[in-house]
Every structure is written in C-alpha cells, then in structure tokens.
C-alpha cells in the first residue's frame, strides 16, 4: 500500500516548498518568506525526509527542482492557492453582503437609550441583516456561552465565566429624570435633596435587581428615602415618573427628544455609582472575528455620538 504523503504534513512546510520552487534559491526565499536561510535549510531537510525525495540539487545559479518537485508543484499548486484564497477570503468582512441574524442583548437602561440608534446605524451599513435585540436577563450570560446571544451590552458585570471576554466601550453618567412640572425646579441636584422625592428604579438583571445603587447612596450618607416603584420594563417606570412626582435614576445617553414629557437634573455630588462603565460581552472564541469587530466599533460610534449630543456632563 503506498504510503499517505498528506498524512501529518506540515502546510507551513508546503508553504516553503512553493516559494522555494518559485524562486530557486535559499536567500531569496528568506527574504519572501522574512525568516533567515538556516531556517529555510532546515525546512527543507523536514521536506526531504517527509517526502524522501531529494526535491532540490544545487547548481552554479541556485537550486534546480527535481522531477519529483516539478510533479509536485504543478499537481498541488492550483489546490493550494485555492485554499489560500478561501482561508484569506475567510477573513474578509463586508456588511453590505451580511443577510445573517445578529441577537443583541442590552442593559434594561441602555434598550431604551440606544436601542433605536444602534438598529439605525446597523441598517444603514447592513440592509440586509435583521436585527433581535433583547432585554439582558439572568440568562443572558449562558445564551452568550452558547451562542444564541451575538453580543452583549451592560454596565461592567462582576463573576463572569471564563468564556466571557469584556471590553469597556463607554462611560455613562446617571441623571434625575422627572415629569415637566415637577415640584423641583433645580437642574442640579444634590443627593439629600434627591432624598425628600419618591424614587423609581429600573430593575437590571446582572447588575441592580437585588439592591439598587440609589439605596446604597442613600444609606451611606444615612438618609431616609422611598423606592415606591420598580420594574423590568423601561417605558413603565418612565410613563409612572411622567405622572407623579417620583424621580428616576437613567442613563446620561438617554434621548430626551423621544421623551418630551421629561427633564433631566444633573446629580451635584459625584459619586462614584453615578459614573458606571459600559462593556461588551462577547464569546471569548469570537474576540478576533470581523463580524463582533464591525459590530463593537458601531456600539462605540453610537455612544460617542450619544455623547455629543448631550449636554456636557
């Protein structure tokens, strides 16, 4: 049975037999190849022993090709700039050409805030990608893990699995946000005059559901306060706020041209909860792929341009 000569052989070692064969000389083969000529000497001692053929012998004006070499050129060139051309191809991203399903997980805080923006600029580069965004949840870390969440986006998360990979891509600063007509008529406010008001929250899966960051302010310069209403959904805590006097902590990037019926109220006190780092999450196989680098640079185009709009902080 005639032995397998592709079984256990090196591409890389393939690699140096073309440029070799092409070039028929040692130097100039380093040089292509940017590694020095006792490495290309020691390749083709591996290629000699692998094939036990002598593929080269020496002439006065370089290297001369065997018959053996010559056969093996012609018959696996084509093939092999094929599959150098598939695995490069592979590499190249082009989001006009993207008709795939991307699942966005975000922030209860931030769905509302860029939601819209970041489907808008997703569409504009790629017509023909569809879009599902969801609520981040319990769950959403494992549906990363599995591949059935592209991509992540949340204030920073502690404990995270090892197959998680985080990238801070913006800072958000929290405001006050009441009803136009509220009682206070401040546009900035410190936190024991934040106190003397019915608070809501937003309940965030992964980050505030069991105690919120207001209630550790509060305690911490030993306030009073009352958290009279809390929910998942966004749009009920702010349609709660637009009719009653309760103040809601939100996000900085929030749009306020969407929601007319609100002002916002700059916090005084700069704590550190008001200041919170935004991340991405990501599968840790996907950190290098063309897709999730596209797709992270429009997350940071949005929130940057967000960022702009606002007044200064």
């Not at 010559?70 to 084509?78: E, F, H, M, R, V």
């Not at 008709?99 to 209860?108: C, E, M, P, V």
């Not at 970041?118 to 494992?142: E, F, Q, R």
Request: aromatic share 10%; with cysteine.
């Amino acid at each position: 049975m005639a032995k397998n000569l592709f079984q256990n052989l090196d591409l890389n070692l393939l690699h140096v037999f073309f440029i070799l064969y092409q070039e028929r000389n040692m130097r100039l083969t380093a040089n292509r190849l940017f590694v020095t000529q006792p490495a290309i000497s020691k390749s083709l001692q591996k290629l000699r022993h692998h094939f036990d053929e002598e593929l080269f012998v020496k002439i006065s004006t370089g290297l001369e090709p065997t018959s053996f070499a010559d056969k093996l050129y012609k018959s696996a060139s084509p093939i092999y700039q094929n599959l150098e051309i598939a695995i490069n191809s592979a590499n190249v991203f082009s989001p006009e050409a993207l008709d795939d399903t991307l699942n966005i997980a975000l922030s209860s805080f931030l769905l509302n805030s860029i939601g819209s923006k970041l489907y808008g600029i997703i569409h504009a580069a790629a017509p023909n990608c569809k879009v599902h965004m969801y609520k981040w949840s319990n769950d959403t870390l494992a549906s990363i893990q599995q591949d059935q969440i592209h991509l992540g986006i949340n204030y920073q998360v502690s404990q995270l699995p090892g197959e998680i990979s985080e990238t801070v891509i913006a800072q958000d600063t929290f405001k006050c946000y009441v009803r136009n007509g509220h009682p206070c008529k401040k546009n900035i406010i410190t936190i024991p005059e934040a106190a003397e008001f019915d608070f809501a929250t937003i309940i965030a899966a992964d980050w505030n559901a069991t105690r919120t960051f207001a209630q550790q302010v509060f305690e911490k310069y030993n306030l009073d306060y009352s958290i009279k209403f809390r929910s998942e959904l966004p749009s009920a805590v702010i349609e709660a706020v637009s009719k009653t006097d309760m103040i809601v902590p939100l996000s900085g990037f929030l749009d306020m041209s969407l929601y007319p019926q609100l002002r916002a109220i700059k916090f005084k006190n700069k704590e550190k909860w008001l200041q919170q780092d935004i991340a991405t999450y990501i599968h840790y196989k996907n950190r290098s792929s063309p897709l999730m680098n596209w797709l992270s640079h429009l997350i940071a185009q949005v929130f940057d341009e967000s960022s702009q709009k606002s007044p200064a902080q």
